[in-house]
């Protein structure tokens, strides 16, 4: 009985999904139609779950590089239910993120918007967006930061002492060193006490930012999103706390609370947990490629190693809190501010990005 039922709700889940499919290519299609134009040459895939397998089941880049030998730096490929249209050449991007950046808005799969939040920064525009985009920037500016750098300290000192004696894998332990730093921006001295409950609940959670939007019991979709309700309820009691103590913190969370910005819990929680997201991979990203040319260019090495041997020297005789990094210390890194920034403008932090076109663009003739 219980086996049949599951059979049937199943198969009413690929129906409906297949539905909104033919809808979506429907539009999809229509849309070029009416303009006369043709579409990039691609593929579309299988119905509904399209080419995301054969994106996800091996390194992203494998998939692009075969398709742009296959159909150019412009083509068509459908992803994670979605129709789109990839590009990689230089004027393209430009012309999508500069020239006509206004016809093009930010966007994410269904998937990670409904994990994310509808709330999130990510997913608006206008008053709001600006609003969200100055309170996060108000908790990451100097005056902010300054109070925590000897917190950061810190938790990097314990992130190097827990690889001693192992290998590990860099990428995966800078997510691990940047998630951290983050929740200690987001919530203060605070975090600490929240920080193994929310990892254990955010690692389920960014497990499922790339799988099908089938919300069915037993999929990575699924266990994601009840890590991601499991997640807020933290956030809420969190949120909670915070109102019956009463008190003043100069951190996202407070930045986000603040009584003159009139935040729902549900938007605080939504942008919490898309700040995470948003500083998570991207900042890991960065901190790996950074120890890479670090590694492969030794004499840069050797004077990063000498500009922070100088500023530990400068604490040898000072005690307690005094032999902690300050912000003015950091203010003495002129060489790995430089190492910083080349890195920033030469690395490639993502292997793509979404956007959405807001009306139909011309570019190439398609």
Known sequence: MDSS??????????????????LKLFSFFSASTARKLPLPPG?????????????????????????????????????????????????AAKLVLVTKAPLFKPTFPASKERMLG?????????DYHAKLRKLVLRAFMPGAIKNIVSNIESIATQTLQSWEGRSINTFQEMKTYTFNVALLSIFGKDEILYREELKRCYYILEKGYNS??????????????????????????????????????????GSFMGDKEGLTDEQIADNIIGVIFAARDTTASVL?????????????????TEEQESIMRSKEDKCGEEKSLTWEDAKKMP???????????????????????????????R
Request: with cysteine; hydrophobic share 45%; glycine share 6%.
């Open 5 to 22: 039922f599951t059979t049937i709700c199943f198969s009413i889940a690929l129906l409906l999904f297949l539905i909104h499919f033919l």
């Open 43 to 91: 593929s579309l895939g299988w119905p509904y779950i399209g080419e995301t397998f054969q994106l996800y089941s091996q390194n992203p880049n494998v998939f692009f590089a075969s398709k742009q030998e296959r159909y150019g730096t412009i083509f068509k490929t459908h992803i994670l239910g979605c129709p789109c249209v990839m590009i990689s050449s230089p004027e």
């Open 118 to 126: 509808k709330q999130a920064i990510f997913f608006h525009q206008g």
């Open 212 to 253: 099908m939007p089938i919300n069915i019991p037993g999929t990575l979709f699924n266990k994601s999103m009840k890590a991601r309700k499991e997640l807020a309820q933290i956030l809420a009691k969190i949120l909670s706390t915070r109102r019956q103590a009463n008190g003043d913190h100069n951190d996202l969370l």
């Open 288 to 304: 790996t490629w950074i120890l890479k040319y670090l590694g492969e260019n030794q004499s840069v090495l050797q004077a990063v």
């Open 335 to 365: 060489i790995t501010s430089r190492v910083i920034q080349e890195t920033l403008r030469i690395a490639s932090i993502l292997s793509f990005t979404f956007r959405e076109a807001v009306e139909d663009v011309e570019f190439e003739g």
